[in-house]
């Protein structure tokens, strides 16, 4: 559904057209089961992606794979930072890599939940209430400025993001594979704008500052952003079958007893320290090791290292977590506080790749 406010949708399928309940399936895509893809493919499809991806965003590699890694483990990313330094750009890159229905919504205070759900119309000719699906209904959804819409229109994302199901009139509507929210806001302007409450937060595996690039970086950027901008020449390289293709790979990566205990471990200790007012949630936890599966396989292996655990921590649990006053007054941040849980904590002795062989030499 396009909005005469702020919403754009570019191209669906969906678009202007009535649209009918499906069955849940959250592991299909078109009616059918992903087949997992092999190393060679996993690997040539990501290193796509990234390319892709780079040649857009200068100095920014390290966020360009977490961003990958996020989509690849069935999450949704939070772009956090000043204005100026790429969000919106990293986020329209990765969607236009992956040839699949893209909406973006520029979420503002005059923005309803309807715009974002979609709404049920009601048909002369047939008589009946059809649905009209709104932005939301596509493989990625970008949100800019979130926290510009007010918490009504916000929590309109509450269900999708958690269900990838949406429910308007006592109907639901599945949403496809894959189904990823990347949403944009400004951390430190707060004049006019609704702060996304924790539950809201909670629901994004991860959360990227992108920080300013470092000068050759810039440099490079006026040299070749000045006269155009590098979107136009972004063209897609994977399409949304071999993106089912590698979150279902993801999903087959192993992960030992060691793994899962070490990861409760770092959720228990956030849990029980006193600097924190709110630690991490089971669903953060869940999120950790998904993202540390991702990780896995984008570094060519089909089982977790204590090391992916470690590499996503900050980015997904330091949103989650809140510091009590003291904590806050004395300096400490959310990230000092894992990095200090992190480092107190007895490291996994399993092997957990034991008899398992990396995926670029199987």
Do not use: W
Request: aromatic share 4%.
């Amino acid at each position: 559904m396009e909005s005469k406010r702020q919403v754009t949708v570019e191209p669906s399928l969906l678009h202007g057209e009535a649209y009918s309940e499906r069955p849940h399936d959250g592991a299909a895509l078109n009616g059918h089961r992903p087949q997992v893809m092999d190393a060679d493919g996993f690997h040539d499809a990501s290193e796509r992606i990234l390319a892709s991806i780079n040649q857009v965003i200068d100095g920014k590699a390290d966020a360009a794979k977490l961003a990958l890694t996020v989509l690849l483990a069935q999450g949704h990313l939070l772009l956090e930072d000043v204005p100026g330094v790429g969000k919106t750009l990293l986020a329209k890159t990765l969607a236009r890599t992956v040839d699949c229905t893209v909406s973006r919504i520029q979420f503002t205070p005059d923005l309803l939940p309807s715009d974002v759900t979609g709404v049920s119309i009601y048909n002369q000719s047939s008589r009946q209430f059809e649905f009209r699906p709104g932005a939301v209904f596509a493989n990625i959804v970008i949100g800019d400025e979130i926290n510009r819409a007010s918490a009504k229109t916000q929590s309109a994302l509450l269900e999708c993001m958690e269900e990838h199901q949406v429910t308007v009139d006592g109907h639901s509507y599945q949403l496809g594979l894959p189904f990823m929210v990347v949403a944009t806001q400004n951390p430190i302007e707060m004049e006019g704008t609704y702060p996304l409450p924790e539950a809201q937060r909670d629901r994004f595996m991860a959360r990227i500052s992108m920080g300013y690039p470092d000068k050759e970086a810039e440099i490079e950027m006026l040299e070749t952003h000045q006269a155009s901008s590098p979107l136009v020449k972004v063209t897609p390289v994977v399409t949304a079958n071999d993106v089912a293709a590698m979150i279902a790979t993801v999903q087959q990566v192993y992960v030992s007893t060691a793994i899962k205990e070490y990861t409760v471990a770092i959720g228990r200790a956030t849990r029980d320290s006193a600097r924190l007012r709110l630690g991490a949630s089971p669903r953060s936890l869940l999120q950790l090791l998904r993202a540390a599966k991702a990780t896995a396989a984008l570094d060519g292996r089909d089982f977790v290292l204590p090391d992916d655990v470690v590499d996503v921590a900050e980015s997904v649990l330091a949103h989650r977590i809140i510091l009590d006053r003291k904590a806050a007054s004395s300096g400490d941040t959310p990230q000092s506080i894992l990095r200090g849980i992190l480092a107190s904590l007895p490291v996994a002795q399993e092997t957990p790749g034991a008899g398992r062989r990396d995926r670029h030499t199987a």
